[in-house]
């Protein structure tokens, strides 16, 4: 079956650098996505990922590696903002997302 | 970035009646539409996949006669949940790609029957 694996809580403090992995076993690999959702909103793209390495855009950082069916988001110098659920997404061979169930970041003051 | 808009972002309805949902693509056209339910503090899951001119393709569990959708142009998708009951109130959100890299979501609708 397809699986898609990630922590369901983390607490890290604000202005710190916390690390969200995600590991995937799919039908085929067409992509890696990360989402933010704030409660009772809908989610927010952040990345994709379809080679391997890493994908830097500001605070936000996007890791992958297929072999391994592995990828990390990096949030640096947190904010109380980022207080949200992060979610790993991977698209199949036939371009269908599947969804992780997402890792709830608590930010501490 | 590309904009999906969702339509109503609340609504309460009485137990029994039909709710009409709607997602457009404002700026791109969607030539694939997603419809997903969340429960709270659930992940999203996939209700059924809406493609232009051709019936929705449901996931297993999915009652279509219950959740119809209808994707009658390349920019509007509309989920209709009919004889709605209080177990049907939940968040929904649509989804429409753009090619194959980004899936942009719309605000979401929470339904709330009574």
């Known amino acids: 079956g397809q699986n898609i694996d990630q922590p369901t809580e983390m607490t890290a403090t604000e202005g710190a650098i916390v690390q969200i992995n995600c590991t995937y076993q799919?039908?085929?690999?067409?992509?890696l996505f990360w989402y933010q959702q704030h409660a009772g909103e809908a989610p927010t793209f952040l990345s994709y990922n379809v080679l391997d390495g890493l994908e830097e855009k500001g605070r936000f950082s996007s890791f992958l590696s297929r072999s391994k069916g592995y990828s990390y988001l990096l949030l640096k110098e947190l904010q109380m903002k980022d207080s949200a659920s992060y979610l790993c997404a991977v698209t199949d061979s036939n371009y269908q997302l599947i969804w992780g169930a997402g890792t709830k970041l608590i930010i501490k003051p | 970035g590309a904009v999906v808009s969702q339509h109503p972002s609340r609504v309460i309805c009485k137990s029994g009646t039909s709710v009409k949902i709607e997602c457009r693509s404002l700026?791109?056209?969607?030539?694939?539409m997603f419809w997903y339910r969340q429960f709270p503090k659930k992940s999203l899951m996939l209700m059924a996949t809406s493609n232009e001119g051709s019936k929705a393709t449901y996931e297993q569990g999915v009652e279509k006669d219950k959740f119809l959708i209808n994707h009658a142009s390349l920019t509007l998708s509309t989920l209709t949940v009919t004889s709605a009951h209080p177990e049907d109130s939940s968040f929904y959100i649509c989804?429409?790609?753009?090619?194959?890299?980004?899936?942009?979501f719309g605000q979401g609708t929470r339904l709330t029957v009574v």
């Open positions: 799919t039908s085929g690999f067409n992509g």
């Open positions: 989804s429409a790609t753009k090619g194959v890299t980004e899936a942009f």
């Open positions: 700026d791109f056209q969607a030539t694939t």
